[in-house]
């Protein structure tokens, strides 16, 4: 892993391992003043975001541990699709509404327009969506031996959990667009420390998958509504949709679905093909473990609020490139910490798993290896998309349909060692697609300045 590490890093920058070593010691650019200001920024974001990490990671366990492992199941399918569906539904919408919403934000009448021309567009993907993700669920909740009745309980709950998910999505790009930070960090808070109290109080009753998507159900209602309610401040939502929005956004719509029909399933994969099995107890080992993935949720808004920006920012091939280095590296690094910390400390994840996971070493190590590749690759696409280097992106689609092809040929996914070196090995399409776009965004820097 370290050698494909320094490997990656030496293609990046057109150097040596040994020479970018040399070139990028951290001396060079990580002087005093500039790590204070660093750690107190990231720092000052990222309080209230750990705040809820913790909480929504304690919450996640404890779903873990008071529910049935059967049930626990039923609850990552219904997860699942609720997930594919929303992808499905919004297919760049939300990006229309923010890039144009940037321009009209203060016009309350035409940003009021604007709101209402993505919720009719919206409404029909929507439409879409649920007849394509519905009888999924359904179906896929009978075949794992659910009883009818759960089944259907279940596709309803997650029918109204995505319909408030999907107007809060909207709603909620108002305050982004006001930097309204302290109501959306106490609107996160709120959501992790109200799902908790939800469930605590549900702890002396058997919780079966029903009641813990119940619980996510109202909470989602309750952002949706405070999201309207704080939306309605700044834009006029009676104002009818306009025709010249709507086009907008269908035309990103456009642009974005086949991408987005193909990152909806490949984000799951793991579910879906263990789901085929037919066992509850492989869906719900995946489900579980990939709870992992959360020690990551804190990153992702630091990743995407101060360290993209400020790579946009660079200018010239040495920085570009120096900067590129230096993300990527440090973000390695804290990767393979994550894994060998996962590694030394699996016993003790387990136990907070619960005993139902206790023989999960391997394939803990495995969903760690899997999530830190995936986390990577977003890193490098965003790096990549902050410069604009994705021209060529959609490649990645056709080399990692036929590399999944051949790895289901000779792999066996019906285990969770198995489906975890599936997705494992698939990384590889999107990372090397990513290595070159950015070798040929710092040619076209270097040709630039000749």
Same mark, same amino acid.
């Given at each position: 892993?370290?050698?494909?590490?320094?490997?990656?890093?030496?293609?990046?920058?057109?150097?040596?391992?040994? /020479?970018? *070593?040399?070139?990028?010691?951290?001396?060079?650019?990580?002087?005093?003043?500039?790590?204070?200001?660093?750690?107190?920024?990231?720092?000052?974001?990222?309080?209230?975001?750990?705040?809820?990490?913790?909480?929504?990671?304690?919450?996640?366990?404890?779903?873990?541990?008071?529910?049935?492992? /059967?049930?626990?199941?039923?609850?990552?399918l219904a997860n699942t699709v609720q997930g594919m569906m929303g992808l499905l539904a919004d297919a760049g919408a939300s990006v229309a509404l923010l890039s144009v919403g940037g321009q009209v934000y203060?016009?309350?009448?035409?940003?009021?327009?604007?709101?209402?021309?993505?919720?009719?567009?919206?409404?029909?993907?929507?439409?879409?969506?649920?007849?394509?993700?519905?009888?999924?669920?359904?179906?896929?909740?009978?075949?794992?031996? +659910?009883?009818?009745?759960?089944?259907?309980?279940?596709?309803?709950?997650?029918?109204?959990?995505?319909?408030?998910?999907?107007?809060?999505?909207?709603?909620?790009? @108002?305050?982004?667009?006001?930097? #309204?930070?302290?109501?959306?960090?106490?609107?996160?808070?709120?959501?992790?420390?109200?799902?908790?109290?939800?469930?605590?109080?549900?702890?002396?009753?058997?919780?079966?998958?029903?009641?813990?998507?119940?619980?996510?159900?109202? @909470?989602?209602?309750?952002?949706?509504?405070?999201?309207?309610?704080?939306? +309605?401040?700044?834009?006029? %939502? #009676?104002?009818?949709?306009?025709?010249?929005?709507?086009?907008?956004?269908?035309? /990103?719509?456009?642009?974005?679905?086949?991408?987005?029909?193909?990152?909806?399933?490949?984000?799951?994969?793991?579910?879906?093909?263990? &789901?085929?099995?037919?066992?509850?107890?492989?869906?719900?080992?995946?489900?579980? %473990?990939?709870?992992?993935?959360?020690?990551?949720?804190?990153?992702?808004? $630091?990743?995407?609020? %101060?360290?993209?920006?400020? *790579?946009?920012?660079? @200018?010239?091939?040495?920085? $570009?490139?120096?900067?590129?280095?230096?993300?990527?590296?440090?973000?390695?690094?804290?990767?393979?910490?994550?894994?060998?910390?996962?590694?030394?400390?699996?016993?003790?994840?387990?136990?907070?798993? !619960?005993?139902?996971?206790? &023989?999960?070493?391997?394939?803990?190590?495995?969903?760690?290896?899997?999530?830190?590749?995936?986390?990577?690759?977003?890193?490098?696409?965003?790096? /990549?998309?902050?410069? &604009?280097?994705?021209?060529?992106?959609?490649?990645?689609?056709?080399?990692?349909?036929?590399?999944?092809?051949?790895?289901?040929?000779?792999?066996?996914?019906?285990?969770?060692? !198995?489906?975890?070196?599936?997705?494992?090995? +698939? #990384?590889?399409?999107?990372?090397?697609?990513?290595?070159?776009?950015?070798?040929?965004?710092?040619?076209?820097?270097?040709?630039?300045?000749?």
């Open positions: 892993m370290i050698l494909f590490l320094a490997l990656l890093l030496a293609i990046v920058a057109k150097t040596s391992p040994v /020479n970018l *070593f040399q070139k990028y010691h951290p001396r060079r650019f990580l002087s005093r003043e500039r790590l204070v200001h660093w750690t107190g920024l990231i720092g000052k974001f990222a309080t209230i975001q750990l705040v809820v990490q913790v909480i929504s990671f304690f919450t996640g366990f404890l779903v873990i541990r008071i529910v049935d492992k /059967n049930e626990y199941a039923y609850f990552t203060q016009d309350r009448e035409r940003f009021g327009s604007l709101i209402n021309s993505v919720i009719r567009v919206r409404f029909r993907m929507a439409m879409a969506a649920m007849a394509l993700g519905i009888p999924i669920l359904f179906g896929m909740l009978v075949y794992n031996k +659910s009883s009818w009745l759960t089944a259907f309980l279940l596709t309803l709950i997650t029918m109204i959990a995505f319909h408030a998910m999907l107007m809060s999505s909207i709603y909620g790009i @108002v305050p982004k667009l006001w930097t #309204q930070v302290k109501r959306l960090q106490s609107m996160d808070l709120s959501m992790a420390v109200g799902r908790l109290a939800f469930l605590a109080v549900f702890i002396p009753f058997k919780i079966t998958a029903v009641v813990a998507m119940a619980v996510s159900s109202v @909470v989602y209602l309750f952002q949706y509504r405070f999201f309207k309610r704080w939306a +309605s401040e700044s834009a006029n %939502l #009676q104002a009818g949709p306009n025709d010249k929005d709507t086009k907008t956004v269908v035309s /990103n719509i456009r642009s974005l679905i086949p991408a987005t029909i193909f990152y909806c399933v490949q984000t799951q994969i793991p579910v879906w093909l263990i &789901g085929i099995s037919g066992s509850t107890d492989k869906i719900s080992d995946v489900g579980a %473990l990939g709870r992992i993935a959360q020690v990551f949720g804190l990153l992702t808004p $630091v990743m995407a609020s %101060l360290v993209m920006p400020a *790579f946009a920012r660079s @200018v010239g091939s040495r920085e $570009v490139k120096r900067k590129y280095a230096v993300v990527i590296a440090s973000y390695s690094v804290l990767c393979l910490f994550i894994i060998a910390g996962t590694w030394i400390f699996s016993d003790q994840f387990l136990w907070l798993l !619960g005993p139902g996971y206790a &023989g999960l070493k391997y394939e803990l190590v495995l969903m760690a290896v899997s999530t830190t590749l995936t986390s990577l690759a977003g890193v490098m696409w965003g790096l /990549n998309s902050a410069k &604009g280097w994705v021209q060529y992106i959609w490649i990645d689609i056709p080399i990692r349909i036929c590399l999944q092809a051949v790895l289901l040929m000779f792999m066996d996914v019906k285990t969770v060692s !198995g489906v975890l070196l599936f997705s494992i090995f +698939s #990384q590889a399409s999107p990372l090397l697609v990513c290595i070159w776009l950015a070798r040929r965004g710092f040619r076209s820097i270097e040709t630039h300045e000749r």
